[in-house]
């Protein structure tokens, strides 16, 4: 039995398919410069034909911001400057390949050292594009994931974006790979695409050839190969188990989300996307708590998404919410989340700099045109406005009177925006939490980022390995800004949601529900597991538990107060 780290949930069963890349030798001696140039060129138009190939097959399945990695890697097979230092290098006596090599290392290595997550993953962009042109060069062939036509368990050294992306699910049973940690790109993928992975898992690729019998248990991340009939059947059980589990989770689907002693709460979801309201629907979420508009954004290349395309995509939502309330929350972006067409100014702290409702305020042009695209937008469903990251009153105020004027400005030009729209604030700066009751008398709701505000009140960077153990949302710390945040809206009339992770954790869930969290709102593959916990406590019981908790001393002790419980 082998461990790996364990990703999304659910147990594959098959055979294995063993993703094995070719190995690159690049040729090192003097050459011919106009063979070798000639070389270069046949070999990156291959490579772009080749990324806009894998794209337009993985459209079938990935939803737009998924596909954007595609349109990073057509962008650096195209970058000039790349190109031309590969061109000089050739032009000084270089073969094709050594010289594609030593410039991608170069570039990569460059990258890699960068304190920055969103350019490290730059880094394993160019190693997937150069891998691939390197190939292309050497006439040598990546295999291709898109022709396996049974199912199968992949067992890979790591899988790159493009791997990833070229799964079809109806074969692929799962995959594990030797590298890769919860937040690898692999890991994401395989929630998104809801198969089974395990990953970091050391020594699997030694420990099995092509056709072997594989098992792999994505919730506790064991791998077994060549299992003993006793295992096999172990791990059949479990995986009908699981199987059934989640088919009988069905019959929640149309149902309120109510403790046995009649307290109800709503469970909504969180998007990224029009395209994601297929989910939110089929996984029978009662609206959306929080759209991250970034993503609009960030999937264009060359520029701001204009009015008529972001009216569009809110319009889209709101419509297939069929009245049910969407909270769109305002531009995120800064901190890891960048644009290809907006520079950033270096700060030694981006996460704690200039970054989303700050960034809005001071560049209205921007905010202008979201706003009123959503304004526009308002009058085809029941929308809800939030701004991220309002640390004070000020902050929260300057941006409803901007909400205010853009709609009086639209009106003005005979333009209809709805009457009743929620405008609202996350809550993801501790200040925030702690002065919750003042910003409840002009905020129409509350919704709590779990993952920034544990960030920030640990101290903790969320993208870092090293500091991952203070991720702790069942710290009393954190239980008492939650407390602070919820009872600060009620003490004004005010609802409060919340949006982070820690919304869909199952082990949260009672505690957040004695509390008093009014909605929770979390991946759309989390609601009915979440409605299943709900509708099995008592209400009256959870509020003693969470008063317990509140006076715990570390997070270990609410973890055994709750496991005690259920
Ligand atoms: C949060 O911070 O908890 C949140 C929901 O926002 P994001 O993860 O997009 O920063
Ligand atoms: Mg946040």
Redesign the pocket.
Same mark, same amino acid.
């Given at each position: 039995m082998l461990k790996g780290i364990a990703t999304s949930s659910g147990i594959a069963i098959g055979k294995v398919y063993k993703l094995e890349q070719p190995t690159i030798v690049v040729n090192e001696g003097q050459t011919d410069s106009a063979v070798e140039l000639q070389k270069f060129e046949d070999a990156l138009q291959k490579t772009i034909a080749d990324i806009e190939q894998i794209k337009e097959r993985a459209s079938a399945t990935l939803k737009p911001e998924e596909l954007a990695i595609f349109d990073a890697h057509l962008m650096m097979a195209q970058d000039p400057e790349y190109k031309d230092q590969i061109i000089g290098m050739i032009k000084d006596g270089n073969s094709a390949d050594n010289a594609t090599k030593q410039v991608s290392d170069m570039m990569i290595g460059m990258f890699e050292a960068m304190d920055d997550a969103y350019f490290k993953e730059r880094a394993a962009d160019i190693k997937d594009v150069s891998f691939r042109l390197l190939c292309n060069i050497l006439g040598l062939t990546i295999p291709d994931l898109t022709a396996i036509d049974e199912e199968v368990v992949i067992v890979a050294e790591e899988m790159t974006p493009s791997d990833t992306a070229q799964l079809n699910k109806k074969y692929a049973l799962g995959f594990v790979t030797e590298i890769g940690g919860k937040t690898s790109h692999a890991a994401i993928m395989a929630v998104a695409l809801g198969i089974p992975a395990v990953v970091g898992c050391t020594g699997v690729m030694a420990n099995c050839k092509h056709g072997d019998t594989i098992i792999l248990d994505a919730s506790e991340g064991i791998v077994i190969v060549n299992p003993n009939e006793e295992e096999l059947k172990e791990y059949k059980v479990k995986r009908d188990q699981f199987l059934a589990e989640k088919e009988a989770l069905k019959v929640l689907m149309d149902q309120p989300s109510i403790t046995k002693d009649g307290h109800q709460v709503e469970l909504v979801a969180?998007i990224g996307s029009p395209k994601d309201m297929e989910n939110v629907v089929s996984n029978g979420a009662e609206g959306v708590g929080?759209y991250?508009t970034e993503f609009l954004y960030m999937e264009s290349t060359d520029d701001f998404p204009d009015e008529e395309a972001q009216f569009e995509a809110y319009k889209v939502v709101l419509e297939k919410a069929k009245g049910q309330r969407v909270v769109v929350r305002t531009l995120?972006i800064g901190?890891d989340k960048k644009l290809p067409y907006f520079e950033f100014e270096a700060e030694m702290n981006p996460f704690l700099g200039y970054r989303a409702i700050r960034l809005c305020l001071d560049r209205k042009d921007i905010f202008k045109t979201q706003v009123r695209a959503l304004l526009r937008a308002s009058v085809y469903g029941k929308l809800a406005i939030m701004f991220?990251m309002i640390a004070t009153i000020d902050e929260f105020l300057n941006g409803k009177n901007f909400v205010q004027e853009t709609k009086e400005e639209l009106l003005k030009e005979g333009v209809a925006v709805s009457d009743d729209i929620e405008i609202g604030m996350?809550v993801?700066i501790p200040a925030t939490a702690i002065l919750a009751d003042e910003f409840a008398k002009h905020a129409d709701f509350f919704s709590? &980022?779990?993952?920034?505000?544990i960030q920030y009140s640990m101290a903790a960077d969320r993208m870092s390995e090293k500091v991952a153990y203070l991720y702790q949302p069942l710290n009393p710390s954190i239980l008492r800004l939650v407390k602070l945040t919820i009872d600060g809206a009620h003490s004004q009339g005010k609802w409060c949601g919340m949006? &982070?992770?820690m919304a869909g954790d199952p082990q949260a869930a009672p505690v957040l529900l004695g509390l008093g969290l009014d909605e929770f709102s979390m991946s759309a593959s989390r609601i009915l597991p979440t409605r299943k916990i709900v509708t099995s406590l008592d209400y009256k019981q959870m509020k003693e538990m969470a008063e317990k908790a509140l006076k715990c001393q570390t997070e270990a002790e609410v973890k055994e107060l709750i496991n005690g419980l259920l």
């Open positions: 969180n929080l991250r995120d901190g991220p996350m993801e709590i &980022g779990t993952n920034d505000l949006c &982070g992770e």
